[in-house]
C-alpha cells in the first residue's frame, strides 16, 4: 500500500508555536527523506550532545557494522543512556533500538512533545543497508 503525501495527511496540530508546524506547509509535495531531513535540521535550532531519558529527538545515524538494516534519519524517545549511547524508541521502527555515540553524525536535534505528532506525520524515515 503507497504511502500517503503530506497533502493527503490531516494536519496532527495547529499549535501556531510549534516548529515543525510553521515548516509542515511548505513541506507539502516533498517525499524525499532527504529533503525533508534537510529542511527539518534548519528549523530545529536547539541541538544537544548529551541527550535526556523521556525526551525526544532527531539525528543523522551511520553505523559502523555491515549488512545490518538502520534508519538514517531515526526520530526517538530516549529510554536508556549508557557511556557507549543510549536506547530509545525508534518511532519508524515501531520499537527499541540501540545507538552509539561514535555512529551519530552531528548534534541531536530536540524534539518538543507538542511537536511529536508533526514529526511522526512527516515521511522522513530512512531505512537502509550497510554494506
Known amino acids: 500500500m503507497p504511502r500517503k503525501t503530506l497533502k493527503q495527511r490531516t494536519n496532527p496540530t495547529d499549535d501556531k508555536n510549534n516548529r515543525l508546524r ?10 524525499d527523506p532527504d529533503d525533508i531531513m534537510l529542511s527539518l535540521l534548519e528549523v530545529l535550532k536547539e541541538t ?17 557494522t555491515s549488512n545490518i538494516r538502520y534508519d538514517e534519519y531515526p526520530l ?23 545507538y552509539t555515540w561514535n555512529e551519530i553524525v552531528g548534534p541531536l536535534h530536540v524534539i ?4 511529536l505528532k508533526d514529526a511522526q506525520a512527516l515521511p522522513f524515515k530512512k531505512i537502509r543497508l550497510n554494506n
Open 48 to 64: 544537544t550532545t548529551s541527550p535526556s531519558v523521556g525526551k525526544f529527538y532527531t539525528f543523522v545515524y551511520r553505523p559502523k
Open 112 to 115: 518538543y512533545p507538542e511537536e
Open 22 to 31: 510553521k515548516n509542515y506547509d511548505d513541506l507539502i509535495g516533498v517525499e
Open 76 to 98: 526517538v524517545a530516549i529510554t536508556e543512556l549508557f557511556q557507549w549511547g543510549f536506547k530509545g524508541i525508534n518511532f519508524h521502527w515501531g520499537g527499541h533500538r540501540q
